[in-house]
């Protein structure tokens, strides 16, 4: 038997598709206080939004004849024709926010001098109020009325980082808005709203991570993105939006994570906080029921757009300066509890993770070599203080740029073997052998069959050993048999980097140390291997100065 739902269920069916969590909320009555002009915005939590989520701002407010209508199912101010939806500018629009809150907590809210309130979808009280400027939602007992939505919510931790997150991912995109967050009577974090996006990073990510990442300003995309020293073990910290509206997008995170690729090791991800501007009729923000996710007409521009400015961006980023301090350096410690911002526990602390802080000024003078140390480091000396260099991470960048500079102009450098080599192989990399011969061949590989499960190396790559050959061969043909079309060259270049580079362990000359040195300092992205390891640690020489009390 079919039947018409009974309204209450009917809305709680509804708010179940814009509300999964107390955050969800939270980021309504943000971007409503937002529509309305706030220059301030002061949220508070309480028992992770389940007890309390309190949202007070000073924009224009609700006019009186309009406050119950605000909580009706797809009552909006902001769209009024089908037209509309072609051009939203709000981030709101839909009319459904309030009224899915409404239905499923006790909610409370005075605008100028009215006040209204709601339980569970039902008006309980209306009135007057103290007047005052802006709107005051209070959003109590959430979900109390749906157990099964609470039973599905995180801990009260997590669900409270997640509404922390939220709230700083605003912040973020809208520096010239005050924001305060508070969260069971403690302040969380406050922004200045003065503006500048660089002090409201300070406020949200710490002055330690705030002032190493790097400002762009475009006519297409402007924000903040991290050098590689700084990164995170997940990618919680790629923030994106689209004229001012934070968006989900798969395919936007990867054109950012493209342009780290051979600048951060495997599992770690940078700092990103990116604003699109797209015209509002090329862009449909109307596909998804949160409007978390936007469509775009032409998305290949956009994404075009991102790893311009985020190329344009790494390419000025500058090597990790080492700051000498008494003890062990300490994890950045960040006020972004919701953001995720600390290390796993238990992982071992990563290089990104101590208390290490980008150069602001340009790259280094020429490097002076000074001598090896330890098992494969150089020592150099520079302007700006003491250079340690990883010599194989070094060289493999050296080389990891000369290969994919070779690749792209289609110039192949091969030397002959005085002994060709006969390599066994398994049924996968005979078939690999066949598939990517022309790509091998473009390295530097000549191969002729040599048996049914054999290839012999008539010539190999100008930059490898002859006696390692093989073996580049071998690992080359696992990579480009286990990678994605638009990364398997890049990958196979930086394992054949790898193979060619000198050893960590290998002695070198005074000559070829400063051929080194001299050769890392006029790559591009030398700051890190292909793999993403750091090439080198500064010393500067305030910091040995500061260090043993010298005053020159």
């Not at 509002?280 to 409007?291: G, I, L, R």
């Not at 150099?380 to 960048?397: F, I, K, N, T």
């Not at 073997?417 to 000549?446: H, I, S």
């Amino acid at each position: 038997m079919i039947r018409v739902l009974a309204a209450e269920l009917a809305d709680a069916i509804a708010a179940g598709e814009v509300l999964e969590r107390p955050a969800a909320a939270v980021k309504e009555l943000v971007e409503n206080a937002l529509d309305a002009g706030a220059g301030r915005v002061s949220v508070e939590i309480r028992g992770s939004g389940k007890i309390l989520i309190r949202v007070a701002d000073d924009g224009a407010g609700i006019p009186p004849d309009d406050l119950d209508l605000a909580f009706v199912r797809h009552a909006t101010s902001k769209i009024s024709a089908l037209a509309d939806l072609g051009r939203i500018q709000t981030l709101g629009f839909r009319g459904e926010a309030l009224a899915s809150i409404a239905a499923v907590s006790d909610l409370e809210c005075r605008s100028g001098s009215c006040r209204v309130q709601i339980r569970f979808g039902q008006t309980l009280a209306r009135g007057v109020c103290p007047p005052a400027g802006g709107t005051v939602m209070e959003v109590r007992d959430l979900f109390s009325n749906t157990p099964a939505r609470l039973k599905f919510l995180k801990t009260d931790a997590t669900e409270a980082g997640l509404c922390q997150r939220t709230v700083q991912t605003y912040a973020l995109f809208y520096p010239g808005v005050r924001f305060e967050l508070s969260i069971d009577g403690r302040v969380a974090f406050r922004t200045l709203g003065t503006g500048g996006r660089a002090q409201a990073a300070t406020a949200v990510l710490g002055p330690r991570v705030a002032k190493d990442l790097i400002g762009v300003e475009g006519s297409e995309v402007s924000g903040l993105v991290s050098p590689p020293s700084i990164n995170r073990g997940n990618r919680d910290a790629i923030l994106l939006a689209v004229n001012h509206r934070p968006i989900v997008s798969r395919a936007l995170s990867f054109a950012v994570e493209e342009c780290y690729s051979g600048l951060l090791e495997r599992g770690r991800h940078p700092i990103v906080a990116l604003d699109l501007k797209v015209d509002e009729a090329e862009v449909d923000v109307n596909v998804h029921p949160t409007k978390r996710e936007v469509r775009f007409q032409s998305e290949g521009a956009v994404f075009g757009a991102v790893q311009r400015t985020v190329l344009a961006a790494l390419g000025s980023s500058a090597p990790p300066r080492m700051l000498v301090a008494m003890g062990t350096p300490a994890p950045v410690a960040s006020a972004a509890r919701g953001w995720g911002m600390a290390s796993s526990a238990g992982a071992p602390p990563q290089a990104s993770d101590l208390d290490l802080q980008s150069a602001l000024d340009q790259p280094p003078s020429r490097l002076r070599a000074v001598g090896q140390i330890g098992v494969g480091y150089l020592v150099a000396e520079s302007a700006e203080g003491l250079m340690v260099v990883d010599q194989h991470a070094a060289h493999e960048r050296v080389l990891y740029n000369r290969i994919v500079a070779r690749l792209q102009a289609g110039a192949v450098a091969s030397q002959p073997l005085l002994l060709t080599e006969v390599v066994e192989l398994d049924p996968l990399q005979m078939a690999g052998c066949d598939q990517y011969r022309n790509e091998l061949k473009d390295f530097g590989f000549v191969l002729e069959p040599f048996g049914p499960q054999s290839v012999r190396i008539e010539s190999a790559p100008a930059d490898v050993p002859p006696a390692r050959a093989a073996a580049a061969l071998e690992e080359m043909l696992a990579v480009m048999g286990r990678s994605e079309a638009p990364k398997r060259l890049e990958q196979a270049a930086a394992t054949l980097a790898c193979h060619a580079a000198v050893r960590f362990g290998d002695q070198l000359d005074q000559s070829e140390q400063s051929r080194l040195l001299m050769e890392l300092e006029s790559t591009d992205l030398s700051i890190t291997c292909p793999h993403g390891r750091p090439t080198r640690l500064l010393l500067d020489w305030q910091d040995l100065r500061r260090h043993f009390r010298r005053t020159y």
